[in-house]
Nanobody, 125 residues
Framework: QVQLVESGGGLVQAGGSLRLSCAAS????????MGWFRQPPGKGREFVAA????????YYADTVKGRFTISRDNAENTVYLQMTSLKPEDTADYYC??????????????????WGQGTQVAVSS
């Protein structure tokens, strides 16, 4: 099992920045990729960004490309989501996720096996 704990959410004005953190513990050696999803109020969960552990390849949703950056700290088993130029439409619960298998796209909910509890991000206009 892998446990994921998110932090760093909050309220920010449009145009501002936030950095989300996701600390992984447990069988972290079994993780091949980690990512971030979000769920806006009243909507379904959607892909935001992901990173493959081997090679560090990253993936981004078109809606956040150029504004959000996913990164990791191997020593701390932590993945980050740096969010800049935030917009009101970025308001959502943000979830960290981890996947156990190499041969996945890591852009779909079904590609991930472990999920965090989520952290709220609210962007005011």
């Amino acid at each position: 099992q892998v446990q994921l704990v998110e932090s760093g959410g909050g309220l920010v004005q449009a145009g501002g920045s936030l950095r989300l953190s996701c600390a992984a513990s447990g069988r972290t050696f079994s993780v091949y990729g980690m990512g971030w999803f979000r769920q806006p109020p009243g909507k379904g969960r959607e892909f935001v960004a992901a990173m493959r552990w081997a090679g560090g390849r990253t993936y981004y949703a078109d809606t956040v490309k150029g504004r959000f950056t996913i990164s990791r700290d191997n020593a701390e088993n932590t993945v980050y989501l740096q969010m800049t130029s935030l917009k009101p439409e970025d308001t959502a619960d943000y979830y960290c996720a981890a996947g156990r298998y190499y041969n996945r796209d890591y852009t779909r909910i079904s590609d991930f096996d472990y999920w965090g509890q989520g952290t709220q991000v609210a962007v005011s206009s």
